[in-house]
């Protein structure tokens, strides 16, 4: 039996977008769905009950992180990183490219893997294929994720077109170094920049070789929302109707809706969890800075639509009060609200395909949201 199964339920007649179940060791996942960002095993200043109660049914953490700290082999005596954490639900990792790119320095690509020093103590240290597979098998993540290189953005085609045969010869030197394929799923990421011929060579390429799922990689690097959408446009119809398809480090509210509506059913991004914590929120209206001046006196709730732990109990005078005050709680409080903004959001748009109306809620969405942007 594999480790991770979709289950198609239902595409919204209006839009592209599918209702379905991802099945994995620890747990299903309902999608389209948003996954928390826990870099370093913990979702910042969120407790596993707190993630629970929020309806959290997956979340992230990093191959590059936790083999940097602790060590993937403390993590590994410890049990693996869901007793490590205490989350007892389905955990994906990514593979740690993405992040030596984006993280460290004196970093050098060969066909063997990457030569890096680590961000925290200058330290030399080398990731490849077979190293990002014993780091996530040591973590014991229900989702793995293939050592790839994301291209910079722009990036010359001959560059890209190097980089995406590279990475699909690091995918098969992942499959081969795959150790326990009934417990834990390998998904592979696409690549080819914002060339579609690429994509394209990338997708063939990949979907050749029966990955359990796949990753849209290569986005969200620093090009327009709008030619992010034209490439999903024509990616994604490259990829299997049968198996999960993630995207990379998207996670604005726009970006999770237009990313659905062409068929994705799997997102991550630092977004809320970072803004939060300089005081920036995510409401029904758009996004509100909850530490400027202008609610020094607003009694009212974050967002009155809302019915999180924070809207239900704490007003945006008080929310600013201890975000000026540099108060932890405060950092909780907007996080908290945040993630339950996103994790709702996207039930919202699971309850849309249900009722084959996903375009209508995409435009009520926007109707109400970014009235404070302006
Ligand atoms: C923000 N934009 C973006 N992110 C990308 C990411 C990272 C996705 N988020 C992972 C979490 C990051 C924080 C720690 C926990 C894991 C990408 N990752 C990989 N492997 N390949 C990409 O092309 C790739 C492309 C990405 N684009
Ligand atoms: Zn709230």
Same mark, same amino acid.
Request: glycine letters at 8%; proline letters at 14%; hydrophobic letters at 35%.
């Given at each position: 039996m594999a480790a991770i199964t979709y289950e198609h339920i239902k595409t919204c007649k209006q839009s592209g977008a599918r209702l379905g179940r991802v099945h994995t060791p620890h747990g299903i996942i309902e999608t389209p769905t948003f996954m928390p960002v $826990? @870099?370093? =095993?913990?979702?910042? @200043?969120?407790a596993p009950e707190e993630l629970k109660q929020m309806d959290a049914q997956i979340i992230l953490s990093n191959t590059y992180h936790l083999f940097l700290r602790p060590g993937h082999d403390i993590v590994r005596e410890a049990g693996g990183l869901h007793k490590f954490m205490n989350w007892d639900r389905p955990i994906l990792t990514d593979s740690g490219g993405f992040q030596v790119f984006s993280l460290s320095d004196m970093r050098k690509i060969t066909e063997e893997g990457v030569h890096f020093r680590s961000h925290l103590n200058g330290d030399k240290k080398f990731l490849s294929p077979e190293v990002a597979m014993e780091v996530q098998n040591a973590l014991g993540s229900d989702i793995m994720m293939a050592f790839d290189e994301c291209p *910079?953005? +722009?990036? #010359?085609y001959d560059y890209v077109k190097k980089s995406l045969e590279r990475t699909t010869r690091w995918a098969e030197r992942c499959l081969k170094a795959h150790a326990r394929p009934e417990d834990q799923g390998l998904f592979a990421i696409v690549q080819g920049g914002m060339y579609e011929d690429l994509r394209r060579q990338s997708a063939a390429d990949l979907t050749s070789m029966d990955f359990p799922g796949y990753a849209i990689g290569g !986005?969200?690097? $620093? #090009?327009?929302k709008q030619i992010m959408y034209d490439v999903l446009d024509y990616t994604? *119809? !490259? !990829? +299997?109707?049968?198996k999960p398809r993630y995207l990379m480090g998207v996670g604005s509210p726009d970006a999770l809706l237009e990313g659905a509506i062409r068929g994705v059913d799997m997102f991550d991004c630092v977004l809320p969890t970072r803004i939060a914590r300089n005081g920036t929120t995510m409401t029904s209206q758009g996004r509100l800075v909850?530490?400027?001046?202008?609610? =020094?006196? &607003?009694? $009212? *709730? !974050? &967002? +009155?639509e809302c019915n999180c732990y924070t809207c239900r109990n704490y007003s945006r005078a008080y929310l600013r009060h201890l975000i000026k005050a540099d108060e932890t709680f405060g950092l909780r409080l907007t996080t908290y609200h945040n993630l339950q903004f996103l994790l709702d959001l996207m039930r919202k748009v699971r309850e849309a395909i249900r009722e084959d109306r996903l375009l209508d809620f995409r435009d009520e969405f926007f109707a109400q949201y970014g009235l404070y942007d302006n």
């Open positions: $826990g @870099t370093q =095993a913990t979702v910042k @200043t969120m *910079p953005y +722009p990036a #010359e !986005l969200s690097v $620093g #090009e327009s994604v *119809p !490259l !990829l +299997p109707q049968n909850v530490r400027n001046a202008q609610y =020094a006196r &607003d009694f $009212g *709730p !974050l &967002d +009155p």
